[in-house]
């Protein structure tokens, strides 16, 4: 299991949501280059940080300070939020990302999606935000009719071959992730899943790999000390 930790960033600062709420949001954490190396002195081999901003407005709101995580990162970012252009797929690219997550912009331009995957197959990773089934888009405020299953599907048709699974209901909570629908999801796509959102401890972390995750992301656990790097 690769225990994956999250640098969620608006205002350039580390903030953790409840539910996917931005009214709801809390400070934690260093500023975001303290916090990131000491998530790779604590042992990452993957970090993921979200332009929460940026989800929102559809476009790169932050993308000098992810530039500069980028470059002063020793091991793999993974990069999300507001990413709907291949000229910002390749801007992040340029600036060091490993992978980069599509959401909106998966859903609603498949032309831009296959484009993507085409110029960038290694890095494309698909994330999959749901509220009580249905994919939501634009940093979670906008739910559609999509099924996570039928969306998965067809991602998996196009190519995809990693997706990033969050039940928005339990991010940010602690109590524990939907273990139901990440079995299910494991079951119908032969994508590598990633599970996210409510992980609150290292019993929730043996549950997903008792299932077959191989990699989750954490974040308010770590930032509580309940999630520990080390024992990954």
């Known amino acids: 299991?690769?225990?994956?930790?999250?640098?969620?960033?608006i205002n350039g600062k580390c903030v953790r949501l409840y539910q996917g709420d931005f009214n709801q949001s809390s400070q934690v954490g260093s500023d975001p280059l303290s916090q990131l190396q000491?998530?790779?002195?604590?042992g990452a081999k993957l970090v993921h940080i979200v332009d929460l901003e940026g989800a929102r407005q559809g476009k790169s709101t932050q993308f000098d300070l992810i530039r500069q995580l980028c470059q002063a990162s020793s091991v793999p970012i993974q990069i999300g939020?507001?990413?709907?252009t291949v000229e910002t797929i390749k801007q992040y690219v340029d600036a060091?990302?490993?992978?980069?997550?599509?959401?909106?912009?998966?859903?609603?331009?498949?032309?831009?999606?296959?484009?993507?995957?085409?110029?960038?197959?290694?890095?494309?990773?698909?994330?999959?935000?749901?509220?009580?089934?249905?994919?939501?888009?634009?940093?979670?405020?906008?739910?559609?009719?999509?099924?996570?299953?039928?969306?998965?599907?067809?991602?998996?048709?196009?190519?995809?071959?990693?997706?990033?699974?969050?039940?928005?209901?339990?991010?940010?909570?602690?109590?524990?992730?939907?273990?139901?629908?990440?079995?299910?999801?494991?079951?119908?796509?032969?994508?590598?899943?990633?599970?996210?959102g409510g992980i609150k401890d290292m019993g929730d972390i043996n549950k997903l790999k008792e299932i077959g995750i191989q990699e989750a992301i954490v974040g308010k656990a770590i930032y509580e000390g309940k999630v520990t790097l080390e024992e990954e």
């Open 1 to 9: 299991m690769i225990i994956i930790p999250a640098i969620d960033l």
């Open 38 to 42: 000491e998530f790779i002195r604590d």
């Open 81 to 84: 939020g507001g990413i709907r």
């Open 96 to 196: 060091g990302a490993s992978r980069i997550v599509l959401g909106t912009g998966a859903l609603e331009d498949a032309t831009f999606l296959k484009k993507a995957l085409t110029l960038y197959p290694d890095h494309i990773v698909i994330g999959i935000d749901a509220k009580n089934g249905k994919v939501a888009t634009r940093g979670w405020e906008t739910v559609s009719e999509i099924d996570y299953l039928d969306f998965a599907k067809q991602m998996e048709s196009y190519g995809v071959q990693r997706i990033v699974f969050t039940d928005i209901s339990k991010d940010g909570t602690m109590t524990g992730p939907n273990v139901d629908a990440l079995e299910t999801l494991l079951h119908t796509v032969t994508c590598t899943i990633v599970a996210s």
